[in-house]
């Protein structure tokens, strides 16, 4: 059974960084892809960006040029470089799995996250 454990979140001032971590248990092989996204209060949530197996990278137009997504050699851990923090990137993240590949739709995923709160304010 495929566990993902989020960590990383937590509150910082506009203009800042945090990195969040999605650490994959249970798997017996790397072939997923994984997907992060975010729920602010009160709105739907959205994905943010995804990692492919291969490495490839998709990014929500929102954050582009800001996160990074990156996965390590072994890739059982997932990370969002979060950079240049704006209020409104408040939000619960939650990392997903995904065993077709990699988007922004959230049907394309099959195990969730926990979910991380991540606080952008002064």
């Known amino acids: 059974q495929v566990q993902l454990v989020e960590s990383g979140g937590g509150l910082v001032q506009p203009g800042g960084s945090l990195r969040l971590s999605c650490a994959v248990v249970?798997?017996?092989?790397?072939?997923?892809?994984i997907g992060w996204f975010r729920q602010a209060p009160g709105k739907e949530r959205e994905g943010v960006s995804c990692?492919?197996?291969?490495?490839?990278?998709i990014y929500a137009n929102s954050v582009l040029g800001r996160f990074t997504v990156s996965r390590d050699n072994a890739k059982t851990t997932v990370y969002l470089q979060m950079t240049g923090l704006k209020p409104e990137d408040t939000a619960v993240y939650y990392c997903?799995?995904?065993?077709?590949?990699?988007?922004?739709?959230?049907?394309?995923?099959?195990?969730w996250g926990q979910g991380t709160q991540v606080t952008i304010s002064s």
């Open positions: 997903a799995h995904s065993t077709t590949g990699c988007g922004l739709r959230k049907d394309l995923y099959d195990i």
């Open positions: 249970g798997s017996n092989s790397g072939h997923y892809g």
């Open positions: 990692v492919f197996s291969s490495g490839g990278t």
